[in-house]
């Protein structure tokens, strides 16, 4: 059991990897993608109550709603919260390093418990998803 673990996320897609502390290899654990995030918002919103697919004027049902894409990025950083916390309350690992693009990192900040917010010894606001784990590694260190 490694004691520190590696969160690379963006708003669609995240990786968690095992390491030692001085980050000599890194071991894929866990790969998460969330196709949702992936659509554009008009997709997002068809069936919403008060949307009209047919054109012209029409007045929305919610005014005051909150940006659907937002949302559905919330969404996925619950789900990437609710697989640490599950890790955490089992004793998986002790510390976390988070990389992730900087818009997707406030938004993992807001969704974090307590106990994960404080095993973070590390962020990083870059998208580290597009590198393979040694190039990854590279990265980690040059951010100490």
Do not use: C
């Not at 990786?15 to 949702?36: F, M, P």
């Not at 005051?64 to 004793?91: M, Y």
Request: net charge negative; no cysteine.
């Amino acid at each position: 059991m490694s004691n520190t673990w590696v969160l690379v996320a963006e708003s669609s897609r995240a990786k968690i990897y095992s390491t030692d502390g001085d980050l000599d290899a890194l071991k894929e654990i866990i790969d998460l993608s969330h196709s949702e995030s992936r659509l554009h918002e008009q997709e997002l919103t068809t069936d919403l109550p008060g949307s009209n697919a047919g054109g012209g004027s029409s007045h929305h049902k919610y005014e005051d709603r909150t940006d659907v894409k937002d949302q559905v990025h919330v969404d996925f950083a619950k789900q990437i919260e609710e697989n640490l916390e599950k890790a955490w309350n089992q004793g998986e690992f002790k510390q976390l390093i988070v990389a992730s693009a900087p818009d997707f990192l406030g938004v993992l900040r807001k969704v974090m418990s307590p106990n994960i917010s404080k095993s973070v010894i590390r962020e990083i606001s870059k998208n580290l998803m597009q590198f393979d784990a040694k190039e990854m590694l590279e990265h980690l260190r040059l951010h100490r």
